[in-house]
Each structure stands twice: as structure tokens, then as C-alpha cells.
């Protein structure tokens, strides 16, 4: 079975220091792996996702994450935070097949000082 | 372009009165359809996923139930809601295998 672990239930940067939330899976196959963002009242956006191509995926918003099959990790980095990155972020895996469904992290918190 | 819809945004029910969430899916048929939980403090829930007209499948047990009358029209229902109801509902949509695009949310409370 398919699970994701978000070491981290709240993190707190400082604008414009780089950003960190940390995602490991487990998958008895080759997965397929997704960061979502939601802010505050809002819906989710998906951040970027990952099919078993590049292992560095690049999304919206200036994020990336890295496929290590190696370490299980999935992480989502940033550069550079802006005020604007302030907001929840959730990866996730997917089960694949005809009903795709998706398993969620518990979510990490992301705080962005000024 | 696809598009997806739920309303209410927000609603305050009393415990003990039924409930009825609607999503409505555009641009698209056949879509997978899904609704979700997010409790406060919590990552999100699979509560039902539909992949066709009538056919519900339901994740885990509880005081809410699905139907998909019409292709892309998925309704979240209760009849007597409680207070573990209240939270923040998703309603998603993908074709098989593909990226989901959640709807904007509706935020339950039951008080």
C-alpha cells in the first residue's frame, strides 16, 4: 500500500531564505507523486507532480522536488520565499490505475517571515 | 477548458439536520469523481470516489453517502449530521490516471 510521511507539520522561513518541506512515500511500485497547495480558504492548486520521468520536476511558482528512489523522499524546495509562499502544502501519491486515488500527507504549514 | 463547481462556499447546519453538497463538473465527460474531508489539523480524507453514473465507492465508514445522478454532477448527502461532520469538503475530478483539479471547497459547520 501507498503512504506519504511529511516530517514536518509546521515550518517558518524568513523572506527570501530558502524553502524546505520534506516528503518521504512508500509504494510497492514505481509511483506517482504530486505537492498541492492550499491557501488559507482556498481550494488546492497543484505545485507539480511526478510520472517516472526527469527526477527533477520543476513547478509553478519557482518550486521544484526531487524523486530519490534511494532515500523514498519527494522533497519540495524553493530558492528564495516570498510572502505569498505562506500556506499549506501537501504531498501526495497516487494509486494509479482506473481509480486513481490520491493519498495525503498530513499537510506541513508554511510560515514566511518578513 | 474544464471547470468544477461546489456550493455552497460555507454552511452552518445544526446537529441532527440533513445535508446535501453538490459538484458539478464542465468541459469534460466521463470524469473520475471524488470527495474528500480535510478536518482541522488534518490531511485530506478520500470519502467516495464515482468513476460513472451510479457507481459509488465508499473509502471509509461514516454519516455521509454519495450519488452521482447525471455524468458530471457528484453529491455529498447526509441525513442526521454530526458534530465530527463539521470541515472542509473537496470535491475533485481527473480522468483515469490523470492529474485531479480540485473545487474551490466547502467549509461545514455543525454546531
Known sequence: AQSVTQLDSHVSVSEGTPVLLRCNYSSSYSPSLFWYVQHPNKGLQLLLKYTSAATLVKGINGFEAEFKKSETSFHLTKPSAHMSDAAEYFCVVSTGGATNKLIFGTGTLLAVQP | ?111
Open chain 2, 1 to 111: 477548458s474544464q471547470t468544477i463547481h461546489q456550493w455552497p462556499a460555507t454552511l452552518v447546519q445544526p446537529v441532527g439536520s440533513p445535508l446535501s453538497l453538490e459538484c458539478t463538473v464542465e468541459g469534460t465527460s466521463n470524469p473520475n469523481l471524488y470527495w474528500y474531508r480535510q478536518a482541522a489539523g488534518r490531511g485530506l480524507q478520500l470519502l467516495f470516489y464515482s468513476v460513472g453514473i451510479g457507481q459509488i465507492s465508499s473509502e471509509v465508514p461514516q454519516n455521509l453517502s454519495a450519488s452521482r445522478p447525471q455524468d458530471r454532477q457528484f453529491i455529498l448527502s447526509s441525513k442526521k449530521l454530526l458534530l465530527s461532520d463539521s470541515g472542509f469538503y473537496l470535491c475533485a475530478w481527473s480522468r483515469t490516471s490523470g492529474v485531479k483539479v480540485f473545487g474551490p471547497g466547502t467549509r461545514l459547520l455543525v454546531l
